[in-house]
C-alpha cells in the first residue's frame, strides 16, 4: 500500500514539470507584451532579461504555496489518503486546462485555475465524505474556506475594472502631454518620466519581488537593524523619495551624458521585473500542490499509521520548499520561456489586440461587442462635442500620428504599438499590482497585464472604427475565458477526484492516460497548424513597380503550383470516389482563399506604403490581386462541388469525363512548367509560350461541353453525374482565361509594352 503512495508523489512530481511548462507557455504574455510589441530592444535581449528574471524570482519565491495546504479546505477534516486523491485531481487537471487554453492561444490565470481545482476536488471529496457519515449539505462549510474562493472571484472582476479603466486614464494623460513626438521632448521632461517610470518599477520589485521571499524577513544593520519588510512598511515615503530622486538623476545622466533612450532602459527593466515577480509568486501555482503531497507522505510514512487514519491537520503549519527545487523549478521555466511555440501563439493573441496598426482580426463581432462599440461611440462623441473647439484641436494634435510614425507602423514586421505605451503598460501593471500586494488585495497578475494593455490600446486610439468590434469581441472572449476557467476548473477537478475515488489507482492510469492522449493530440495539432503557416503563402510586396512585378511573377508561380496541387487532389478524389483526396483539396483551397482575401483586405497599407508616384505598382497589385481573387473563387466553386457530389454518394464520373479532367490537368501542369521555367531562366519568352496555348486549351474545353452535350441526348446518363462535370468544364475554361489574362499581364509589364 505504501508504494502506491509513493508511485502517486512520484507520478506529481512528473506533473509538476508538465505544469510548470503548460503554465510558463500561458503566463509568458504576463511580462513579455510589452517587450515584444514595442520591438525597442532585440528579441534574445528580451528574452535573457526576461530569463534572469525568472530565474532570480524562482529563488526569490516565498517557498511553498499555503493555498495548496490549508486556504481552500480545512486540513484537519481529511485524511492522508482523502487529500492525496485531491491532489492528484488537481494535477491532472490544471496540466489539461492550461493546455487548452494554451492551444487556443488565450490568457487565463494560474492562481485561478489552481484555486478552483482546490475547491472543485475538496468539495467533491467532501461530499463523499458527508454522504458516507449520513451528514447533511450543510455541513460543508465545516471542510471548505469559501471566502477564498470569494475573494478570487472578487479578484477577477476587480482586475478588469480596475485595469481597464486606470491603464486608459494614464495612457490618455501621458499621450496628451507627450504625444507621438516623445522623443523630441526636453532631455527634463524625459528624466522625469524616465524617474517615475523606474521608481514604479523598482518599488515593484521590493514589494511584490521581494517582500514575500525569505530573504525579506532577514534583519540589515544599514537599514536600522530592520528587515526589508518593516523598513518599507515604516519608512514608505523616504522610499518613495529616495526612488524618485535617485532615478531622475540617473535618467538624466544617462539622457544628456551617454544619448540612451531612457524609454529603452524602462522596458527592459520593466521586463526584467515582471518576469522576477511572476516566478517569485506564481511559480509556487505549479510546484506547491506536488510538494505538499510530498510533504505530506514523509510525515504519514514516519507516522506507522494506516492512510485513512492519519488526520492531515499537519498542513496548517508552514513548511518552507527546499530552495535545490526552486531553483530546479527555474530552470524549467527557463527553458520553456525560450522554447515553447504556444507561448508565443498566447503572446500573439494579447498583441493582436493591442495592435496599433492593422492586423487580420483574430475575433468575429457580437451582440455584446457591437452594442458597447455603439453606446461609448455615442457617449465620446458626446463629451467631445460638448469640449470646447481650442481644446478639441489641442487633443486631436496631441493624438494625432505624424506621418513619418505612421509610415513606420505601416511596414512589414512593424512595431504594434511604440515604446511611449509599452512603458505605460508596464508602469501600471507594476503599480497597481504593488498596491494590491501591499493592501491584500486579490488582483490577477494575468488579469492586471492583460487588461492595463487593453485600456492603453483604448485610450491610444488603436480600436478605431474599422477595428473596435473585433478588439472589443476579442477581449470580451479573454474575460469569458477567465470566469470558463474557474468554472471548468471546479468541475472538471471534482469529477476526477471522484472518478479516482471509485476507481483507484486504476481510475488515475486511464484518466492519465486520457490526458496525454488529449495534449498530445493539441501538440500535433499546434505542431501542423503552425508548419501550415510557416509555409510560403502569398505575399505582394516591394516598394517600386520593377519590386513588386519580380516578386509578383514568384507568388503568381506559387498560386499556380497550389492550383495544380488542389486539382490533383480533385481529380484524384473524382476519379477513385473517395472523400479523403477531395477533403484535403477542399481544406487546401479554403487555406488559398483566406490568404487572397487577407491580400485584398490589405491593399489600402500596401498602396499607401509604395514609394511610386506614378500609380504603376498600386495599379499593378489590384489587377493582379483581382486575377488571382477570380481564378480562387471559379476553383474553389469547382472543389465543393465535387467534395459535395461523392459525399452524397452520387454516381461515380465516367471513365471518358475522368480522361478528359487529366487531359485538363495536363493543361495546367504544362502552364505552370512554362512559368516556372520563366522565373527559374529569367525567360519571358516562356510566358509568351504559355498564352499562346490558350485557343487549343478553351477549343479543348468547348469540344467537351459539345461531346457531352450529344451524350445527354443519345445515351442515358446521370443528372447529377452530367452537371458536376459541365460546372467543372465551365469553371475550368474561365480559370484557364483568368490565369493566360494573368500570364500576359505579367509579360506585357516585363516587356513595358503592350506585345500580346
Keep these: 500500500m505504501d508504494d502506491i503512495y509513493l508511485i502517486i508523489v512520484v507520478a506529481l512530481g512528473i506533473l509538476a514539470i ?62 492522508f489518503d ?5 491532489f492528484v485531481a488537481v494535477m491532472l487537471t490544471d496540466i489539461l486546462l492550461l493546455d487548452f487554453f494554451n492551444t487556443i492561444g488565450l490568457p487565463t490565470s494560474t492562481t485561478v485555475s489552481i484555486v478552483f481545482e482546490l475547491l472543485g476536488a475538496a468539495v467533491f471529496m467532501s461530499l463523499i465524505k458527508i454522504q458516507a457519515n449520513s451528514g447533511s449539505i450543510s455541513d460543508l462549510y465545516q471542510y471548505i474556506n469559501t471566502s477564498k474562493a470569494i475573494q478570487i472571484i472578487l479578484g477577477i472582476l476587480l482586475s478588469v475594472v480596475v485595469a481597464l479603466t486606470i491603464g486608459a486614464i494614464i495612457q490618455w494623460i501621458t499621450r496628451l502631454i507627450l504625444s507621438y513626438n516623445f522623443l523630441s521632448k526636453e532631455n527634463w521632461v524625459s528624466s522625469i518620466f524616465g524617474s517615475v517610470a523606474l ?26 537593524n530592520r528587515s526589508i519588510k518593516e523598513f518599507i512598511e515604516l519608512e514608505l515615503f523616504l522610499v518613495i523619495f529616495l526612488n524618485l530622486t535617485l532615478w531622475y538623476l540617473i535618467s538624466f545622466i544617462l539622457i544628456k551624458y551617454l544619448n540612451v533612450n531612457i524609454y529603452k532602459v524602462i ?64 530552470l524549467v521555466m527557463v527553458g520553456t520561456l525560450w522554447f515553447s511555440k504556444k507561448a508565443k501563439s498566447v503572446l500573439k493573441t494579447s498583441l493582436d489586440l493591442s495592435n496599433q496598426n ?33 481644446y478639441q484641436n489641442l487633443i486631436h494634435n496631441q493624438f494625432k500620428i505624424p506621418k513619418n510614425i505612421r509610415k513606420k507602423f505601416n511596414k512589414n514586421d512593424a512595431p504594434s504599438f511604440d515604446m511611449l505605451r509599452a512603458s505605460i503598460n508596464l508602469i501600471v501593471a507594476s503599480v497597481l499590482i504593488s498596491i494590491a500586494t501591499s493592501y491584500k488585495l486579490p488582483l490577477s497578475t494575468t488579469y492586471v497585464t492583460f487588461m492595463v494593455a487593453m485600456g492603453t490600446s483604448l485610450a491610444d486610439r488603436a480600436w478605431g472604427e474599422d477595428s473596435a468590434v473585433y478588439r472589443v469581441s476579442g477581449v470580451i472572449n479573454v474575460i469569458g475565458g ?57 505575399k505582394l510586396t516591394g516598394d517600386s513597380s520593377e519590386e513588386i512585378i519580380k516578386n509578383s511573377k514568384k507568388n503568381v508561380e506559387n498560386i499556380f503550383k497550389r492550383i495544380l496541387k488542389i486539382y490533383s487532389q480533385l481529380i484524384d478524389g473524382l476519379s ?68 459535395k457530389h461523392v459525399k452524397n454518394g452520387h454516381k461515380k464520373l465516367k471513365l471518358s ?4 479532367l487529366n487531359d485538363i490537368l495536363d493543361f495546367y501542369k504544362s502552364i505552370y512548367d512554362d512559368l516556372d521555367k520563366s522565373i527559374k531562366n529569367q525567360d519571358n519568352s516562356n510566358l509568351k509560350n504559355a498564352w499562346l496555348k490558350k485557343s487549343e486549351i478553351i477549343g479543348f474545353i468547348n469540344k467537351k461541353i459539345d461531346d457531352q452535350i450529344i451524350i445527354i441526348r443519345d445515351e442515358e446518363t446521370s443528372p447529377k453525374n452530367t452537371t458536376l462535370y459541365f460546372n467543372i468544364l465551365l469553371k475550368a475554361k474561365e480559370i484557364f482565361n483568368v490565369k493566360l489574362d494573368l500570364i500576359k499581364e505579367h509579360y506585357n509589364s516585363a516587356e513595358d509594352k503592350e506585345v500580346l
Design 82 to 86: 482523502e487529500i492525496m486523491l485531491i
Design 482 to 538: 477567465w470566469f470558463l476557467t474557474a468554472i471548468v476548473a471546479f468541475i472538471v477537478s471534482g469529477i476526477i477526484v471522484s472518478l479516482i475515488f471509485v476507481g483507484g489507482i486504476s481510475a488515475i492510469a486511464i484518466i492519465l492516460f486520457i490526458i496525454l492522449t488529449i495534449i498530445g493530440k493539441n501538440y500535433l495539432n499546434h505542431k501542423r497548424k503552425n508548419s501550415i503557416q510557416n509555409e510560403e503563402v502569398l
Design 657 to 660: 469525363q475522368i480522361r478528359d
Design 576 to 643: 477513385k470516389n473517395e472523400i479523403e483526396s477531395l477533403s484535403k483539396s477542399k481544406k487546401n483551397i479554403k487555406k488559398l482563399s483566406s490568404e487572397v482575401e487577407n491580400l485584398r483586405e490589405n491593399t489600402f497599407y500596401f498602396i499607401k506604403n509604395t514609394n511610386e508616384t506614378d500609380k504603376i505598382a498600386g495599379h499593378f497589385y489590384i489587377t493582379t490581386l483581382g486575377y488571382i481573387h477570380d481564378i480562387t473563387q471559379d476553383l474553389e466553386y469547382t472543389v465543393l462541388k465535387g467534395f
Design 199 to 224: 521608481s514604479s518599477i523598482m518599488y515593484f520589485i521590493l514589494i511584490k519581488g521581494i517582500q514575500g521571499s525569505p530573504f525579506s524577513s532577514s534583519e540589515f544593520s544599514f537599514l536600522g
Design 18 to 79: 508538465g505544469d510548470l511548462i503548460v503554465g510558463v507557455s500561458n503566463d509568458a504574455v504576463n511580462f513579455l507584451t510589452s517587450a515584444v510589441g514595442s520591438k525597442a530592444i532585440p528579441f534574445k535581449t528580451i528574452m535573457v532579461l526576461a530569463s534572469l528574471g525568472v530565474a532570480c524570482g524562482a529563488l526569490f519565491s516565498s517557498g511553498l504555496m499555503e493555498v495548496a495546504r490549508k486556504g481552500i479546505f480545512n486540513p484537519d477534516q481529511f485524511y
Design 358 to 390: 492593422y492586423v487580420k482580426e483574430r475575433f468575429e463581432p457580437n451582440i455584446i461587442s457591437i452594442f458597447l462599440v455603439k453606446f461609448f461611440s455615442k457617449v465620446n462623441k458626446l463629451i467631445f462635442s460638448s469640449t470646447p473647439k481650442f
Design 267 to 330: 522596458i527592459a527593466v520593466g521586463t526584467f521585473a515582471l518576469a522576477l515577480a511572476f516566478a517569485g509568486n506564481d511559480l509556487v501555482n505549479f510546484i506547491g500542490v506536488p510538494i505538499a503531497a510530498f510533504q505530506s507522505y514523509e510525515i504519514w510514512s514516519s507516522s506507522g499509521m494506516l492512510p485513512s487514519e492519519f488526520n492531515m491537520r499537519i498542513l496548517s503549519s508552514k513548511v518552507p520548499t527546499p530552495t535545490l527545487l526552486l531553483f530546479f523549478s527555474g
